[in-house]
């Protein structure tokens, strides 16, 4: 199977503070790499972790999630629920052998663009660092 | 042992309750299997011993709804699993006695069990009445996963690649499993498709990883997925790996304190950002 050399990265964000926040940096012309492929989520607590599994099975070579900070989720305690099953998926696959720079969970609010832009390419670059090793997980049946 | 056919046979006589789920060997083969006792039945051939390996609280979701109160035999680990049972109210307390036993370690083919190296519970957690020796032993470890954990991250993958390759998806690990019990299994689920049916290596990674996850803060490590596993997929060094994790994020350890409500239905505004961080980061 031939290498890919950009990492595809895999951006669960929610609806009120995250996605609104790349949308700013989008809007304020902060650039950030284009490995990452935005899925919007109505909350991070809608996050279930089974996406993160599917995302590293399906051949992504990072994951990330994040939502509004806490205490400023728009439903009150999504992000509370979120940080704890997040935080235990992200056990469970470093257990079975995820490397853990693959996945990447934080908090941006509708302000941050900038923040988003960075972690996008902070994120980025620690995918391309991890070039060599193996994608664990990612399916190997269909020649993709 | 007496001392538990006689308490049975009073509460029998008191009208406390109207069956009993326990073991029984079968005097033709020597097998010990789960049996239930009815009123006025004989408790000559129920026993208790190192071959009831059995979790019977599999069994108690039938019998609550068929009888009106419900004796159980309880070996620690099975107490720990009624523990989680009770806790997600499945099953109402005030239709169960629990009957306690001391045990010591169970054996699978003739050696001892797998699961009763770490055990730290020879007594059942929950108990109306205790029978035999409460054994107060070593504080719980995860001596196996640590093993794991000390492997690099590809090493670990292809330590449960090999395994998860052979899952046939007979499913027997959900069907024994107390704590799964969704009336729609997400496995069977057509739309949204996310695990494939078939048993390859993605779809049975998907399978695998999502039973433990659903499993994680509710497993209380009594092994039955691991026993009736055909293809022997250590599956109970996933479970442990996420009772260790809610322990150290959470200070739970699943089924061993009555009425504690699992860690992934409660949230917490205390709990810090750093547990989203990896572990080797």
Redesign the interface.
Known sequence: MQIEKEPKILAILCKWCSYAGADLAGTSRFAYPANVRIVQVPCSGRVD??MI??AF?EGYDGVMVSGCH??DCHYT?GN??A???????????????????R?H???ISAAEGKKFAEVCSRFTDKLKNLSG??K??A???LAT | MNEMRNKIEELFKNGEIDAVLGYREDPATGEVKAAVFKKDEALDDMVFDGRCVQNLVNYLPTLVARYRKVGIVLKGCDGRSLVTQLVEHRINKNQIVALGVGCEGVKLDGKEADKCDDCATSMSPIADYEFGEKKHKKEPAFSKVEEIEKMSPAERWKFFADYFARCERCYACRQICPSCYCEICVADQQEPKWIEPSAKLSANTMWHLIRAYHLAGRCADCGECERVCPQEIPMRLLNNALEKAVHELFDVRPGTVPDEIPPLVVLSKEDPDTILEGKNE
């Open positions: 972790p089974i599994f599917k099975v806490p205490g305690t509370y629920h940080r704890r099953r997040i935080a235990v998926a992200r056990r469970l696959l470093e257990f079975v052998g995820v490397h853990p720079d996945m969970f934080t908090w090793t193996e664990t997980l399916r190997k049946e």
